[in-house]
């Protein structure tokens, strides 16, 4: 059963750099047939695509974000990864780490992780 | 990169049957059949329903359907049933750019 889990800080000053870690048990990140993708929903609002990463590595950014983001993968411990620089009330949403199929749909997603920007 | 155009909510009484529409460009939903449907309850997270314009996940009742006609794609719910109640989001890969664009969600009620 695949399961993914966001882990990060709750709460990031502004201009700072948001870092969250998904962690991916009950299958392998190098497989072939899916990406990893991010998603973020601000409070109230809709779905907001932020960028997926390939097992290759290659990775794939919202045009109207790709300035400010940064996706890994850390092979060694099923994880990938996401970097989201300087930080605006604006970036304040629940972010949710998702598996990417080969037709852009995310089939299993993690349960979400709430990242409040203030100070 | 415009967000797909969604009515922002619907409603039906329990088995009725009711659609919300998805409406991009050639761009997007006009120009691949990469179009999804998502549902989300209040405080969970999103659940594909329908990928690739018309396909179900196993164990997405039959009664959720999907279509496309042009740049618009539709979800078709039938026999509502209160459960239905949530929000409704579309998606479409979106390849000049090789991006995924949601649309802005449809709260969906079943009276």
């Known amino acids: 059963q695949v399961k993914l889990q966001e882990s990060g800080p709750g709460l990031v000053e502004p201009s700072e750099t948001l870092s969250l870690t998904c962690t991916v048990s009950?299958?392998?990140?190098?497989?072939?047939?899916?990406?990893w993708g991010w998603i973020r929903q601000s409070p109230g609002t809709g779905l907001e695509w932020i960028g997926s990463?390939?097992?290759?590595?290659?990775?794939y950014y919202n045009p109207s974000l790709k300035s400010r983001v940064t996706m890994s993968l850390d092979t060694s411990k099923n994880q990938f990864s996401l970097k989201l620089t300087s930080l605006t009330a604006a970036d304040t949403a629940v972010f949710y780490c998702?598996?990417?199929?080969?037709?852009?749909?995310?089939?299993?997603w993690g349960q979400g992780t709430l990242v409040t920007v203030s100070s | 990169q415009s967000a797909l155009t969604q009515p922002p909510s619907a409603s039906g009484s329990p088995g009725q049957s009711v659609t919300i529409s998805c409406t991009g460009s050639?761009?997007?939903?006009?120009?691949?059949?990469?179009v999804s449907w998502y549902q989300q309850h209040p405080g969970k997270a999103p659940k594909v329903m329908i990928y690739?314009?018309?396909k179900r996940p196993s164990g997405v009742p039959d009664r959720f359907s999907g279509s496309k006609s042009g740049n618009t794609a539709s979800l078709t719910v039938s026999g509502l049933q209160a459960e239905d109640e949530a929000d409704y989001y579309c998606?479409?890969?979106?390849?000049?750019?090789?991006?995924?664009?949601f649309g802005g969600g449809t709260k969906l009620a079943v009276l």
């Open positions: 998702a598996r990417g199929t080969g037709s852009w749909n995310f089939d299993h």
């Open positions: 009950g299958y392998s990140i190098i497989s072939r047939d899916y990406y």
């Open positions: 990463i390939h097992h290759s590595g290659g990775t």
């Open positions: 050639s761009s997007d939903v006009g120009a691949y059949n990469s």
């Open positions: 690739e314009v018309s």
């Open positions: 998606s479409s890969f979106a390849g000049n750019n090789n991006y995924v664009v």
